[in-house]
């Protein structure tokens, strides 16, 4: 009986195994798709979607809360990178609002750092830093260094946009603090980046190149052509600043061969301004005029506001520059009309801030009281557990004394019955010796009857002791006298 149950208990393991072995690697599975998708999000966005949407349909299915975070996320990000930058915004609010239901602090804080860079790209500055700050605010908790470091450089970058360049650097240096001390070589890279950018604004052209150079050395150690390209792009322009245009162009056309092999709409647009403002300095106005048309026409395409604003305020330079004061007219109009449109955007960006704050502070609170309403039930359930798996011991426990109580009733009633049997049988024993008593009995009397009879016949037939005295005594005398 012993060895069955442990058996059965063998058996039990030996059946869930396979289950635990099928969920685990369905989560690998999960892990190595968002690896992929996260590796490939810049230079191939397509692939990176592909994989991102498989590791998102996978995780859903087993309820594998971190891989849904990270497919979502990695989905967002490599819309943005397809210039879709508005089908980022779904997959990176449902990241956010799954990490919150999960209640990790570190997914949450990186729910929030890629839904400012997509609000940065769509020119939402005002959600963009409020976002960013949230996951600062995540990332303090749980005192993740590079968390923090990306959040502050977020939250510069939207600063750098706005043309803060003071506030800029005091958080892109706060950032490079905590880089230079972790092992991140492309997020160290970035901070470099970044540094010379903000330097290159404020006309520190030797510090800007300095740490530009060290950006450039980590992105070519490590391969990466697109990081390299975006050197390259900021290089140019800061040579083109000071005035250095062939070293400006050498290094613009580097920038977009790279593009053109990635086939990166967003940056072409970007660099194709960039050559045309070169030319526009060096005076060369027909290839000026070229260039820029085609960096407009490529920002139209995917509907880069901030790229159409640059281009249409160059192109007005341009046509100012070479009396066409009709073109430069039209040009600056829409310029002008275009930065009203972005200034009103980012008024009501912040109006929007706002109500996404009380949002989120209401779904915040609603988590908070699901939560612990969720907190209640399970331990109601775990309680009603608790009661159930008394009741099955005690109720066990009742079976197996009833069971040995039912065994103890049988012995005690088989040992009665044997004790009752031999009582009987002791009691005829009895009966029989009494009997057996009572015929010796019996038959002793009858002996002694017959003794006393015997003797009364002898008594009666003999004479008695004085008779015999008497004559053996007058016998004598007679004797003596003969």
């Given at each position: ?220 150690r490590r391969g990466n052509k697109a990081a390299i390209a975006d050197v390259y792009t900021n290089m140019g322009v800061s040579f083109s600043i000071m005035g250095k245009y062939p070293q400006a162009l050498d290094y613009l056309f580097k920038a977009l061969k790279i593009y053109e092999e990635k086939n990166n709409e967003y940056y072409l647009g970007i660099v194709y301004t960039n050559i045309g403002d070169v030319y526009l300095q060096m005076k060369n106005y027909k290839e000026a005029e070229t260039w820029l048309l085609k960096g407009l026409s490529m920002s139209e395409k995917i509907e880069d506001r901030e790229g159409i604003k640059t281009s249409y305020a160059t192109l007005s330079n341009l046509y100012s520059t070479t009396k066409q004061f009709e073109k430069a007219f039209n ?152």
């Amino acid at each position: 009986m012993k060895n069955t149950g442990i058996k059965n208990i063998i058996y039990f393991f030996i059946l869930l195994f396979p289950l635990f072995a099928i969920s685990q690697t369905d989560t690998n599975s999960v892990n190595k798709l968002n690896y992929r998708a996260m590796k490939l999000k810049r230079s191939n966005p397509d692939s990176s979607l592909y994989y991102s949407t498989k590791a998102l349909v996978l995780a859903e299915q087993i309820d594998f809360k971190p891989g849904i975070i990270l497919a979502n996320i990695n989905a967002g990000m490599a819309q943005c990178y397809r210039n879709e930058f508005s089908n980022s915004l779904p997959y990176l609010n449902k990241a956010l609002s799954v990490a919150k239901v999960y209640g990790d602090k570190y997914y949450i804080g990186e729910s929030y750092f890629y839904l400012s860079q997509a609000h940065r790209f769509l020119a939402n500055y005002g959600l963009s830093i409020s976002s960013a700050f949230s996951a600062l605010n995540m990332y303090e908790q749980i005192r993740h260094r590079n968390g923090i470091a990306n959040s502050y450089n977020g939250i510069a970058n939207v600063y750098y946009d706005q043309q803060n360049h003071s506030k800029a650097l005091q958080f892109f240096l706060r950032a490079i603090s905590l880089m230079d001390s972790t092992e991140s070589d492309a997020n160290l890279s970035t901070g470099y980046l970044n540094l010379g950018l903000v330097y290159s604004e404020l006309h520190n052209y030797d510090s800007a190149m300095y740490f530009y150079t060290r950006s450039l050395a980590i992105r070519e150690r490590r391969g990466n052509k697109a990081a390299i390209a975006d050197v390259y792009t900021n290089m140019g322009v800061s040579f083109s600043i000071m005035g250095k245009y062939p070293q400006a162009l050498d290094y613009l056309f580097k920038a977009l061969k790279i593009y053109e092999e990635k086939n990166n709409e967003y940056y072409l647009g970007i660099v194709y301004t960039n050559i045309g403002d070169v030319y526009l300095q060096m005076k060369n106005y027909k290839e000026a005029e070229t260039w820029l048309l085609k960096g407009l026409s490529m920002s139209e395409k995917i509907e880069d506001r901030e790229g159409i604003k640059t281009s249409y305020a160059t192109l007005s330079n341009l046509y100012s520059t070479t009396k066409q004061f009709e073109k430069a007219f039209n040009y600056n109009r829409k310029f002008v009309e275009i930065k009203d449109s972005l200034l009103n955007q980012r008024n009501q960006n912040q109006i929007n801030e706002i109500q996404t704050r009380y949002e989120t502070d209401k779904r915040d609170k609603e988590i908070v009281i699901l939560n612990k309403d969720k907190l209640l039930r399970e331990t109601l359930i775990a309680k009603q557990r608790t009661i159930t798996i008394a009741s099955i011991i005690g109720v066990a426990f009742l079976l197996v004394f009833l069971f040995f109580f039912a065994v103890s009733y049988r012995r005690k009633q088989k040992d009665n019955r044997i004790i009752t049997k031999q009582k009987e049988e002791v009691e005829k024993q009895n009966s029989i010796i009494a009997m057996q008593k009572r015929e010796v009995e019996e038959k002793q009397k009858e002996v002694m009857d017959s003794i006393n009879y015997a003797q009364r016949i002898q008594r009666i037939l003999l004479p008695s002791e004085k008779y015999i005295d008497k004559h053996l005594s007058r016998l004598s005398k007679k004797n003596d006298k003969e």
